[in-house]
């Protein structure tokens, strides 16, 4: 079996909309949408590991962060164990400053479609609105929180304006 690297993405969601960010320009999947994040450095924890992502990536500082739910998604190369992290920010008004090159940016749910998503992403985004199955079935660590995004991601464009509950 190969070895699965765990990697985080963050879950924001400020005034109805949701951050993302392009994959940056050089590395696997350039230009694909995603969860922003990054791979979990050794004896780092998940709070730390999208912490640093987020800083290093759009010099955002996160206050809080916990785990929502896990997928695994192979890809031909590597799998990897893909964290969805609830994250709350501090002292910032939603301006993003984009450090490594790549596109960033706050959606409302009806423009996800438009987007085109890393397959991890996607395969994420998918299993949230119970359009597919997830083979392994996804690793949940916060039922209620799991449930509020995939709220989020059904309603109706017009309704998209709270933000995940703390």
Sequence with gaps: MSVVLDVCAAVVIRNGRILLATRRPGGHLVGHWEFPGGKQHENETLADCITRELREELDLQVTQASPLFSIIHRYPEKTIRLWFMR????????????????????????????????????????????????????????????????QWLLQPAASHRQELSP
């Design 87 to 150: 994250c709350e920010l501090a002292g910032t008004d939603g301006t993003l400053r984009c450090l490594e090159g790549q596109e960033a940016g706050w959606f409302a749910a009806a423009e996800l479609k438009e987007l085109s998503f890393a397959p991890a992403d996607l395969a994420a985004l998918a299993w949230l609105k119970g359009m597919h199955r997830s083979t392994p079935e996804p690793y949940i660590a916060d039922v209620g929180g799991t449930e509020e995004l995939r």
